[in-house]
């Protein structure tokens, strides 16, 4: 059984910073976390953040220059740490990692449960 969870969520004020982690426990080939995504309410749910094996990282365009995200490996953890927050990143935030569960199998799509993140004065 392979779960994510995910953490950090809150209430901030605009302008201010949360950091949320993602961490992977289970059995399985291999796992890897690829990155965060988020939906607010009556939207649909968009990327916000990737990053590789190697570290190589992605962003949306409406996160660039606020938004961080790295790995400890050691650790089996992604962050995410956002900055400037803004009432329009509210949402709730989901990791998304692609699930190998042996050596032969392409891999599957899992996604965390998802932790709220509200900006508002």
């Known amino acids: 059984q392979v779960q994510l969870v995910e953490s950090g969520g809150g209430l901030v004020q605009p302008g201010g910073s949360l950091r949320l982690s993602c961490t992977a426990s289970?059995?399985?080939?291999?796992?890897?976390?690829r990155g965060w995504y988020r939906q607010a309410p009556g939207k649909q749910r968009e990327l916000v953040a990737t990053i590789t094996g190697g570290g190589s990282t992605n962003y949306a365009d409406s996160v660039k220059g606020r938004f961080t995200i790295s790995r400890d490996n050691a650790k089996s953890t992604v962050y995410l740490q956002m900055n400037s927050l803004k009432p329009d990143d509210t949402a709730v935030y989901y990791c998304n990692a692609l699930v190998r569960r042996t050596m032969w199998n392409p891999g599957a799509d899992y996604w965390g449960q998802g932790t709220q993140v509200s900006v508002s004065s």
């Open positions: 289970g059995s399985a080939f291999s796992i890897s976390i």
